[in-house]
């Protein structure tokens, strides 16, 4: 008698050493396969449609080229009217971190899943609202020179410890703000797939 195993891939399509990080706690095998997209081609003027977008670009992009399910998702920082993405030097990063300081800033993680085999294709932007307390130059300097702000949507990233005590209060999604991945809405998906989460 042959056995038949049919294997259910995972691709994650980023290569966000943070959003690797907290997938891997699921014990759940996945590829990492990057979406290459042009992020600032996607414009709305509702900013939380605009993440969605971009999450749902990259999956489809990804989804378009390889079979299985795909994750994807997108994070940036809004200040006022000011999207803070990623720095493209230290001395923007500067700049970001002192704009924020002792500001509530809101975090927007679109986040969207594919799985065709189960007839699930969603998308939603996950919104996380924090203070950030009163930074002196001396600890920004020190920040940027540190840690990989260049990599972190507004220069700086709560998955890092030190991170943490840049942040007052926050309300809203944990896990799309410290890992620009939800999980609130990860998991159920997940089990809608099939798969086991637990330990």
Known sequence: MIIYLFIKKIILASNSKQRKSLFSVLNIPFEVI?????????????LKKRAEKIARAKAEKIKSKY?????????????????????????????????????EVIVYTG????????????SKTSSTIMNIRELSKKEINIYIKKFPVTTWSGAFSPAYPYGTTLINKIRGSFTGMTHGLPLELL???LKKSGFDVSP
Request: proline share 5%.
């Open 34 to 46: 990057p979406a290459d997209i042009d992020e600032k081609a996607i414009r709305d003027d509702n």
């Open 67 to 103: 079979s299985g399910i795909v994750i994807a998702a997108d994070t940036f920082v809004v200040l006022g009217d000011k999207i803070l993405e990623k720095p493209e030097s230290l001395n923007e990063a500067r700049k970001m971190l002192e704009l924020q300081s002792g500001q």
């Open 111 to 122: 986040f969207c899943y594919l799985d065709t085999l189960n007839h699930i294709n969603f």
């Open 187 to 189: 998991i159920p998906l």
